[in-house]
C-alpha cells in the first residue's frame, strides 16, 4: 500500500469543515444582515453555494490530477510561467490571508478577554501556533484537523441550541428581507469566508482515493455551509436584524446572552471565545500550510518545513499593517474580493484548459492497483 | 598450580578456563574421573548452580558407570557417547568446543565439564537462580482478574506467558543485550497475527541497541522508542501477564527483559495508559462508567489549576457572583498572585509525594496525612493561600492518582506546570493555546507506526468502541484495526450473542405443573 | 545522532528565545480580589451644583460639551471581598460585622460621583476607588425616572461598547431616585442588588413579568417595529413592579401592575402568573381564577391604508377561591358563564392598554415587527422606517377576542 496516501474521506471532509469555520463566523451575521436584514441566512445560503463553485472546480481538477497539486498542473495545463506567475499569486494571496485571520483573531481576542496585552503578542502566538504545526506532514496535518473538528462544531452547536429558547421567528421573516439592497457584495463578502477550501488543492494527492474528493467536498460544505446558515440563523433570530447591525461580533454576543442552565458557567463569551482558538487555529494551520508547501513545490524543494519559519516575519509584518479594525475589516473585504477572483476564476480556467487540451494527470486507485 | 607447558590439550583447557575465571572466589573447579578411569573436570560458578542436580544428576551419573553398562569396555572414542546419550540425568546438555564459549557459559551459571582426550566440552544448563515467589502485581492491581505478576526471571515469565496462551504461535525470540551484561531479551508476538513489518521493526531498533549494560527493560525504553523529547511515554510496560497475553492477541509485540518484572508492549497508543486489565473482565456498563470517570480524572489533573489561575485571575466574569464575591474574600489576604500560588502549592504537593514514595511504607502513610495538614491546614491560616486554592490542588494531585499508567500520569502532571504559567501570562487563552499545542505534539507522535492518539485520530470508528467508553466484547469482533494484523477477527461474529435460549424455563418446571392441581 | 541533537538544541533554543519575552508580560493578569467588583450601577440626574464639584479626571474643564443641567450622578455598589463569607453555614466572614447576620451596610459599599456621561463618570468614580472597576460581574443598572425620559442613548451606548458588560443584565427604571435602591438593605439577601435580581427573576418564574434583560431591551429598541420596555419599580415594603415603556430611547409613560398582565397576554407570554376577581351577578358570587396559560395569535389585514390588527388570546385557568357558598363551581353552566365574564372584562381591559400605549406612541407588542414579517409589501411601500412606524402605530385599529377556558376548580367539589 501506498504510504503517503492516508487521507481517507471524511478527514477531507473535516479539513475543509475546519479551515471553512475559523475566524469569519464571529462576523457573518453582521455581513449578513448589512445584506439583507431578515433574509440574511438565505444571502448565506446563496454564498454558501456561491462558495460550493470554487470548491467544486477544485475537487473536478484533483480529480483529473490526482497525483498533483495545483501548482504542480497548472504548469503543464497552461505553461511553466503563466502557471508560476498564477501560483506565486496564489501563494501571496494565502500569505496575505493568513496575516489576516491571525490580524482580526488578535483583535477579538484585545477586544474582548485580554484588553491590555499588545496585539502583537495575541497575534505572533496564534502565527507560532500555526508555524509549529504547519512543520508536521500532511497527514499529521489532516490527523489535527480531523481531530480539532468536533471541538469546532459542537461548541457552535450548543451556543445555537442554548440560544434558541430566547429566538422569535418573527425576526427571520420574510425570509428573502425587507431591503434587499447590498445583496451581491453582501453575498461576495460571506462568500469570500470560504476560501479557506482552496487547502483541497494540497491535500487530494494524498488522498488514498482521490476519486472521492467531489464526496468530500459536497460533505464538507454541507457541514460548513450549514454551520454557517444555522449560526446567521439563530444570531438574527435572538436580536433581530436591526440590533445585529448595531453588534461587531454578533456570534460572540450571541454566546454573551446565553448562560448554562444552572449556572455552571455564568456566561459563555469568554468560554466560547476561548474554544473558539481552536478553530482560528485550523483555519489558520491550513492556509498557512498551504502557503509553504505550494512555496516548496515552486521551488522544486522537497521538504515546506524550510518557509514555515522563514515567512513568519513577513507573515507577521503584513499582519500588523492594518491601523486600526475598521480599515482592518476594510482590508479584509476588499482582499476576500480579489481572492474570489483567484480562488474561482483561476480554477475554472485551469479547468476549461485541460479539458480544451485534453489534460490528464497519471490516475491512481482502483486502476493502479490492477 | 597454573602451569604454562603442560603436555595435553586437556590440561591447556583448564589453564584457560582457570587464566580467564579462576581468580574469582566463587569459582569452583572439581577434579575427577568419568566411570573411574578418564580424568575430567567440573567447572561453575559457586553459588548460581544447582548443587543437587550437580552432586546426583552429574557428578554421581558421571563416577559409576551405568548398570547396562557395567560389563562393556569402554573405549575412549565410545566417552562421549556413553557420557551423553547413557550417563547423565540431564536433558539440557550441548557440546561446545570453542574454549571463548566455555567462559560465557559459565558466566551465565552453566556447568561445564571437560574430560580427557575429548575436545569438546559439555555444557550443562544447572543454573538455578534464587527467585522472589510469583505475587500479585504492586501498580496493577485489580478486584477482578488474576492475581499473577512477573518477578525478575526471564524463563519465569516467558512460562506465565506460554500457560495462558497455549498455542505454537506464540514466538519467543531470545537475543542478548548489553556488551558486558548480556542480558536475554526475549520479543513475544504471535506468529499468524501480527504485522510482519512490526516484528521485523522491533528486531531492528532492537538490534542496533549497544550499550554496556541492559539492567531493566527502562533502559530498552528509552533506545527503542520513536521521539526521545517527548513527556509522554510511547511505549507500555505492564508486570501482568494477561496483559501481555491479550495484547499479544492484539497483534502487538511484547519485548521481555531478564531481570526485569516489567514487560514492554510496543506499538502503544494513549488509549492504553487509561485502560485496565478490570475494564475488561467486570461488565461492560459499569466499567464504561469508571472509565469515564477516570478520564475526567486525568484531564482534571491536567488543566484543572491553570484554568482555575485563568479565571481568578484573567476572567472571574464566568462563575457565579455570589462565589466570585467569596473567593474574593478567600483570596484578600494571599499576598501572591494566584498563578503563583498555585505553582507553589503545586511544588510542594510534589515534593510531598515524591517524598511518600522514598518513605518505607509504615512511615509514609504518616508522612502524607501530616503533609496534607500542614500543606493544607497551616497554608491557610497562615494567609499563605487560598482556602480554594488548596481544593484545587488537592483534587488535581488526587486526580493524577487514578490514571493507571503512573508514566502517562507523570507526562500530564509535568505538563501542568507550563500549563500554569501559560494561564498566568494570558489567562483561559493561553491555556487553550497550550492545550493546542499538547494535543498537536499528540497527534504528531508516533509509536512504531501507529498514531499515538489512535484510533481518535486517523478516525477508525471499530477502535473507537474501546475509547471512550468500553463495548461490550461481542460488540467488538476485531482487532485494532492499524496494528494491521494478519487475521482479522478475534471472534466468530456470527455466533448468537447473547445465549438466546433459557436452560430451564419457568413453564418447563414440574413442581409448578403440581401446584397448578 | 550527535547531529540531531545539535539542531534539536538549536530549534529549542530558539524557541526559547522567541516565547521567553512573551512570558515576561502578564499585561490583564489582574487577581480577582483586586477588581472592585461592580454589582450594581444607579444613575440619576445630578443635583444642581454639582457641576463645581467635578475634578479634572476625564477631560480639560470647560471642555466638555454636554451641559452641566445634563450632568448625571452615577453610583455603585461594589462587594467588599471577605464580608460575603465563602460558602453556607460560615457567618460574618473577616470577623467584620461582628458575627451574626452582616447587612448590606457592610457587605457592600456604595459611592456615587457626578459626571457629564457615564464614562466621564466613571472616571470620576476610579478616582475614590483604588482597585479598578470590573463590570464582569453587573447585574442590575437602575436609572432614575428622570435620566430615562431624556433617553438612554449615551447609557445605552457605553454598556453595550463595553465587553464585560453582560447581555442577561436587568436595566429597571426608578420612580424617584435610583441610588436608594443600591443603598437598601433587604432582609432576605446579604447583597442588596442580588436580592432585586432574584425580584426581578423570581416575578419571571412567577409569571408575574416578561424576561427583559439588557439585551432584550436593546434588541426590542431597535427593532423598526417595536418599542422596547423596561421594569419600573419603586421602593416599597412590597415589590411593585411595572412596565416603563419607551419610544425609542425616551420613557414615555408607565404601566400599572395588572397592565403588565395585559402585556404577557397580548404577548402570549406563559408561564401565567396572574389572579382574576369574576363577579357573577353580585359581589357575593364572586370568584378568583388563576391563569395558567395563554396563548395569542395575531392577523392583520390592511384596510385605507392602515393596518387592522385581530388579536385572538386563548387562556387557560383554574379556580382558585370564590368568596362564598352562595354558588356551587360544579356544573358547566356556572363555568362558561364564569368564562364569558371574564373574557368580556378582558377584552375591555386590553384594548384599553393598547389605546393607551399608541397614544404614547410606543409599540412595545412589536406588532409593526408583526407587519415587516407578514406583509413586507406594506411595510416597504408605506413604513420602512421607525419613525413612520411611531406616527402610524397611533392609527391602527385592534380587535381583541378572548376565549377563556376554566380547566380546573381544585381538590374542592363545590
Known amino acids: 500500500m501506498d504510504k503517503t496516501r492516508q487521507i481517507t474521506m471524511i478527514q477531507i471532509a473535516a479539513i475543509l469543515v475546519s479551515t471553512i469555520i475559523g475566524v469569519g463566523v464571529l462576523p457573518l451575521p453582521l455581513f449578513a444582515v448589512n445584506a439583507l436584514d431578515s433574509g440574511a441566512p438565505l444571502i448565506t445560503l446563496a454564498a454558501v453555494l456561491f462558495g460550493f463553485i470554487s470548491l467544486l472546480l477544485l475537487s473536478l481538477l484533483g480529480m483529473r490530477f490526482p497525483r498533483q497539486t495545483i501548482i504542480q498542473y497548472s504548469e503543464q495545463i497552461i505553461g511553466k510561467w503563466p502557471a508560476r506567475a498564477g501560483s506565486l499569486l496564489v501563494i501571496v494571496f494565502f500569505a496575505v490571508l493568513t496575516s489576516l485571520t491571525a490580524r482580526e483573531f ?78 451581491i457584495p453582501g453575498a461576495l463578502t460571506i462568500a469570500a469566508l470560504f476560501q479557506g477550501s482552496f487547502i483541497l488543492t494540497s491535500v487530494i494527492p494524498s488522498m488514498r482515493r482521490p476519486q472521492k474528493a467531489l464526496l468530500a467536498s459536497v460533505v464538507g460544505m454541507v457541514i460548513a455551509g450549514g454551520l454557517y446558515v444555522i449560526i446567521v440563523a439563530a444570531t438574527v433570530g435572538v436580536f433581530g436584524a436591526e440590533e445585529t447591525k448595531k453588534l461587531l461580533w454578533p ?73 486600526n479594525i475598521v480599515q482592518m475589516y476594510t482590508i479584509v473585504r476588499m482582499v476576500g474580493r480579489i481572492g474570489l477572483i483567484l480562488t474561482l476564476a483561476y480554477p475554472a480556467l485551469l479547468l476549461l484548459v485541460s479539458i480544451l487540451r485534453k489534460k490528464r494527470g497519471e490516475p491512481v486507485g482502483e486502476v493502479a492497483q490492477r | 598450580m597454573t602451569s604454562t607447558k603442560s603436555a595435553s590439550p586437556f590440561e591447556d583447557n583448564i589453564a584457560f578456563i582457570q587464566q580467564q575465571c579462576g581468580m574469582n572466589d566463587d569459582f569452583a573447579i572439581r577434579r575427577f574421573h568419568v566411570f573411574g578411569q578418564y580424568p575430567a573436570v567440573i567447572f561453575c560458578y559457586d553459588f548460581m548452580v544447582d548443587p543437587q542436580a550437580l552432586n546426583f544428576d552429574i557428578l554421581k551419573a558421571m563416577m559409576y558407570l551405568p548398570p547396562q553398562l557395567r560389563e562393556a569396555d569402554i573405549k575412549p572414542d565410545q566417552l562421549l557417547d556413553i557420557v551423553v546419550n547413557d550417563t547423565l540425568y540431564y536433558y539440557k546438555i550441548k557440546l561446545e568446543i570453542r574454549p571463548k564459549l566455555w567462559i560465557d557459559n559459565l558466566t551465565r551459571g552453566r556447568t561445564v565439564i571437560l574430560i580427557d582426550g575429548i575436545d569438546e566440552a559439555l555444557v550443562l544448563e544447572t543454573r538455578q537462580i534464587d527467585k522472589r515467589a510469583i505475587e500479585q502485581p504492586a501498580t496493577e492491581q485489580v478486584i477482578r482478574g488474576p492475581r499473577e505478576g512477573f518477578i525478575e526471571v526471564l524463563s519465569t515469565n516467558l512460562t506465565l506467558i506460554r500457560y495462558r496462551l497455549q498455542t505454537s504461535d506464540l514466538r519467543v525470540k531470545v537475543m542478548e543485550l548489553g556488551r558486558r551484561t548480556k542480558t536475554a531479551v526475549a520479543v513475544c508476538y504471535m506468529e499468524d497475527l501480527t504485522n510482519p513489518d512490526l516484528v521485523e521493526e522491533v528486531h531492528r531498533r532492537l538490534s542496533k541497541i549497544d550499550i554496556d549494560a541492559v539492567t531493566d527493560s527502562g533502559i530498552l525504553e528509552q533506545f527503542i522508542e520513536d521521539n526521545h523529547f517527548s513527556p509522554f511515554p510511547q511505549v507500555q510496560y505492564t508486570e501482568r501477564p494477561d496483559k501481555v497475553v491479550s495484547n499479544l492477541v492484539e497483534g502487538r509485540v511484547c519485548i521481555l527483559v531478564d531481570g526485569s ?3 514492554l508492549i510496543v506499538p502503544t497508543a494513549f488509549n492504553q495508559f487509561y485502560q485496565t486489565v478490570e475494564d475488561y473482565t467486570e461488565r461492560f456498563l459499569l466499567m464504561s462508567a469508571v472509565r469515564f470517570a477516570r478520564l475526567i480524572a486525568i484531564i ?165 468502541k474501546d475509547m471512550l467508553f468500553r463495548a461490550p466484547l461481542w460488540w467488538m469482533p476485531k482487532r485494532p484495526g492499524l496494528l494491521q494484523t494478519q487475521n482479522l477477527h478475534r471472534l466468530n461474529p456470527d455466533q448468537p450473542i447473547p445465549p438466546s435460549r433459557n436452560a430451564k424455563s419457568p413453564l418447563d418446571l414440574s413442581n409448578m405443573e403440581e401446584e397448578e392441581r | 545522532m550527535a547531529k540531531l541533537h545539535s539542531a534539536k538544541i538549536i530549534h529549542l533554543t530558539c524557541v526559547m528565545v522567541l516565547t521567553l519575552p512573551i512570558l515576561t508580560g502578564c499585561w490583564d493578569r489582574l487577581e480577582i480580589e483586586d477588581r472592585a467588583v ?89 478616582q475614590q476607588v483604588a482597585s479598578s472597576l470590573f463590570f464582569g460581574h453587573l447585574r442590575v443598572i437602575v436609572i432614575s425616572e428622570e435620566v430615562a425620559k431624556k433617553g438612554l442613548e449615551n447609557i445605552n451606548d457605553y454598556f453595550r461598547r463595553n465587553s464585560e458588560v453582560r447581555r442577561m443584565a436587568w436595566i429597571l427604571v426608578a420612580k424617584g431616585e435610583a441610588m436608594q435602591f443600591l443603598t437598601a438593605a433587604p432582609k432576605l439577601e446579604r447583597v442588596p442588588t442580588l436580592y432585586l435580581l432574584s425580584t426581578l427573576e423570581e ?30 419599580v419603586e421602593l416599597k415594603k412590597e415589590n411593585n413592579v411595572e412596565i416603563a415603556y419607551f419610544k425609542g430611547p425616551k420613557m414615555v409613560g408607565s ?19 396572574y389572579r382574576v376577581i369574576v363577579q357573577l351577578n353580585g359581589a357575593a358570587d364572586t370568584v378568583i381564577t388563576a391563569a395558567t396559560h395563554r396563548k395569542a395569535r395575531y392577523s392583520v389585514r390592511i384596510a385605507e391604508g392602515r393596518p387592522h390588527f385581530t388579536i385572538h388570546i386563548a387562556f387557560e385557568q383554574n379556580v382558585e377561591e370564590k368568596y362564598s357558598e ?70 391602527a385599529e385592534f380587535d381583541v377576542t378572548v376565549t377563556m377556558k376554566i380547566r380546573r376548580v381544585g381538590m374542592k367539589a363545590r
Open chain 3, 255 to 273: 404601566t400599572s401592575p395588572l397592565e403588565i398582565g395585559a402585556y404577557m397576554a397580548i404577548k402570549g407570554i406563559n408561564p401565567a402568573g
Open chain 3, 203 to 232: 416575578g419571571f418564574r412567577m409569571g408575574k413579568f416578561p424576561q427583559d434583560f439588557i439585551g432584550m431591551f436593546w434588541s426590542n429598541s431597535s427593532k423598526k417595529g417595536q418599542e422596547g420596555f423596561l421594569p419600573y
Open chain 1, 106 to 183: 488578535g483583535e477579538v481576542v484585545v477586544t474582548s478577554v485580554l484588553k491590555n496585552t499588545p496585539v502583537e503578542v495575541t497575534v505572533i502566538v496564534m502565527l507560532l501556533l500555526a508555524t509549529f504545526s504547519t512543520r508536521n506532514d500532511v497527514t499529521v496535518f489532516a490527523y489535527i484537523h480531523y481531530f480539532y473538528f468536533p471541538l469546532i462544531l459542537f461548541p457552535a452547536l450548543f451556543i445555537v441550541a442554548l440560544s434558541l429558547k430566547n429566538a422569535d421567528a418573527l425576526n427571520l421573516q420574510p425570509i428573502w428581507g425587507n431591503d434587499p439592497q447590498g445583496v
Open chain 3, 326 to 395: 352562595h354558588i356551587g363551581i360544579d356544573n358547566q353552566e356556572i363555568l362558561s358563564n364564569i368564562e364569558k365574564k371574564q373574557a368580556q372584562v378582558a377584552v375591555e381591559y386590553f384594548e384599553q392598554f393598547i389605546r393607551k400605549t399608541q397614544e404614547a406612541h410606543s409599540d412595545i407588542f412589536g406588532f409593526g415587527e408583526y407587519i415587516r414579517a407578514k406583509r413586507p409589501a406594506f411595510w416597504n411601500r408605506n413604513v420602512k422606517t421607525k419613525e413612520k412606524w411611531q406616527e402610524m402605530y397611533k392609527d
Open chain 1, 251 to 323: 456570534t460572540l454576543e450571541l454566546a454573551k446572552a446565553t448562560s448554562l442552565p444552572a449556572n455552571v458557567l455564568e456566561r459563555l463569551d469568554a468560554a466560547f471565545l476561548i474554544v473558539w482558538v481552536t478553530a482560528v487555529f485550523t483555519t489558520l494551520l491550513s492556509s498557512y500550510f498551504l502557503t509553504t508547501q505550494s512555496l516548496g513545490l515552486l521551488f522544486r524543494l522537497r521538504d515546506h518545513k524550510l518557509f514555515a519559519f522563514f515567512l513568519l516575519p513577513f507573515v507577521f509584518v503584513l499582519a500588523m499593517l492594518p491601523q
Open chain 2, 300 to 464: 482534571f489533573s491536567l488543566i484543572f489549576p491553570s484554568l482555575y489561575v485563568a479565571i481568578i485571575s484573567f476572567n472571574p466574569e464566568l462563575i457565579p457572583t455570589e462565589f466570585a464575591v467569596a473567593v474574593a474574600g478567600g483570596r484578600a489576604g494571599v499576598p501572591f498572585p494566584a498563578v503563583v500560588e498555585v505553582l507553589i502549592m503545586e511544588v510542594s504537593m510534589e515534593v510531598l509525594r515524591e517524598a511518600t514514595i522514598r518513605l518505607p511504607q509504615q512511615v509514609g502513610g504518616a508522612l502524607s496525612i501530616v503533609g496534607v495538614l500542614v500543606i493544607g491546614q497551616a497554608a491557610v491560616s497562615a494567609g499563605f493561600a487560598s482556602p480554594i486554592t488548596v481544593v484545587i490542588i488537592a483534587l488535581t494531585t488526587i486526580g493524577s492518582f487514578a490514571t493507571p499508567a503512573y508514566n502517562a500520569a507523570l507526562a500530564l502532571r509535568l505538563l501542568r506546570f507550563p500549563l500554569v504559567v501559560l494561564a498566568g501570562v494570558f489567562g483561559l487563552y493561553g491555556v487553550m493555546i497550550g492545550l493546542i499545542l499538547i494535543a498537536n505534539h499528540m497527534l504528531s507522535l508516533k509509536s512504531f507506526g501507529v498514531p499515538y492518539l489512535s484510533p481518535l485520530a486517523p478516525g477508525i470508528f471499530q477502535g473507537m
Open chain 3, 38 to 126: 461592580v454589582l450594581g450601577v444607579s444613575i440619576d440626574k445630578a443635583p444642581p451644583e454639582s457641576a463645581n464639584q467635578e475634578t479634572e479626571v476625564a477631560h480639560v474643564e470647560g471642555a466638555n460639551p454636554i451641559p452641566p443641567e445634563d450632568m448625571i450622578r452615577v453610583a455603585v455598589q461594589i462587594a467588599i471581598p471577605g464580608r460575603i463569607p465563602l460558602g453556607p453555614g460560615e457567618s460574618g466572614g473577616g470577623g467584620g460585622g461582628g458575627g451574626g447576620k452582616s447587612s448590606a451596610a457592610n457587605t457592600v459599599w456604595v459611592l456615587h460621583v457626578v459626571g457629564h456621561s457615564i464614562d466621564d463618570a466613571l472616571m470620576n468614580l476610579q
Open chain 2, 261 to 263: 518484572p516489567l514487560a
